[in-house]
């Protein structure tokens, strides 16, 4: 598996058209974006100025075609500035484990960096994998709470994982 840097490519552009567009993997974040949406999601990617080089396609073969996104990116969270995580992957590819295995690099990556402290992740409460993945990976979970993703309200479990700590 690797985790390949995301850049303003048209491949690039393509797989987050493929993965925001796609109503089923888009399911727990509102639904299927449009057009304008996926435009600024890519950008977004693509030039994420304040932290640089975190986000990425996820490739499960060495070479191969990529099947869904990662990254950790700074959000604004009620009083706070938090470092959030978050992941999408193709339907088609999803429950054979690669977004277990893209999160297990990501954390190593981000542990070893040592800049973030804690990341946070805020799965809908109705996602039971990617709930799991949390449980899996030792978040904490400190409630459900509605935040406002593109435009829409969505019901979400809050988790966090301090990064110092291993489970």
Not at 67 to 89: L, M, N, S
Not at 142 to 164: A, F, K, S
């Given at each position: ?5 995301y ?17 089923e ?8 974006h449009?057009?304008?949406e ?32 990662i990254g ?44 973030f ?16 993945l949390?449980r ?18 969505l ?7 301090d990064l110092d700590?291993?489970?």
């Amino acid at each position: 598996m690797e985790l390949v840097p995301y850049a303003e490519t048209e491949a690039d552009r393509a797989l987050t058209e493929e993965l925001e567009s796609d109503p089923e993997v888009m399911r727990e974040l509102g639904g299927a974006h449009n057009a304008e949406e996926i435009a600024a999601t890519h950008e977004r990617r693509a030039n994420q100025l304040e932290l640089p080089d975190w986000w990425f396609k996820i490739v499960p073969e060495p070479g191969g075609a990529a099947v869904g996104t990662i990254g950790i990116w700074p959000a604004d969270h009620v009083d706070d500035r938090i470092y959030e995580v978050g992941w999408t992957v193709l339907a088609r590819h999803q429950g054979k484990g690669i977004a277990s295995r893209a999160l297990a690099i990501l954390l190593e990556r981000a542990r070893a960096d040592g800049r973030f402290g804690s990341v946070h992740a805020f799965p809908g409460v109705t996602n039971p994998a990617s709930n799991a993945l949390c449980r899996k990976f030792g978040f904490r979970k400190l409630g459900e709470r509605d935040v406002v993703y593109t435009g829409r309200t969505l019901r979400v479990n809050h988790w966090v994982l301090d990064l110092d700590e291993r489970g």
